[in-house]
C-alpha cells in the first residue's frame, strides 16, 4: 500500500508554506502546484528561499 501525501494545510484547509520541518520533495510539491521555478540543484535552503520571493 503506497502512502498519499498532501499539501500541508491547516485546519481550515488554507494552503501552508512547507517549512525546514518538510522534505526537500514535499517543497518541491508545493512549489510545483504553485508554479514557482526552482533548478534540481537547488537546495533545501534555496527552495524555502524561494517561498518569500
Do not use: W
Not at 17 to 46: F, M, R, W
Amino acid at each position: 500500500m503506497s502512502s498519499v501525501k498532501i499539501t500541508p494545510s491547516d485546519n481550515n484547509g488554507a494552503d501552508v508554506k512547507p517549512t525546514n520541518a518538510n522534505t526537500v520533495d514535499e517543497i518541491k510539491k508545493y512549489l510545483d502546484d504553485h508554479g514557482i521555478a526552482y533548478t534540481s540543484t537547488d537546495t533545501k535552503d534555496q527552495l524555502l528561499a524561494k517561498l518569500g520571493e
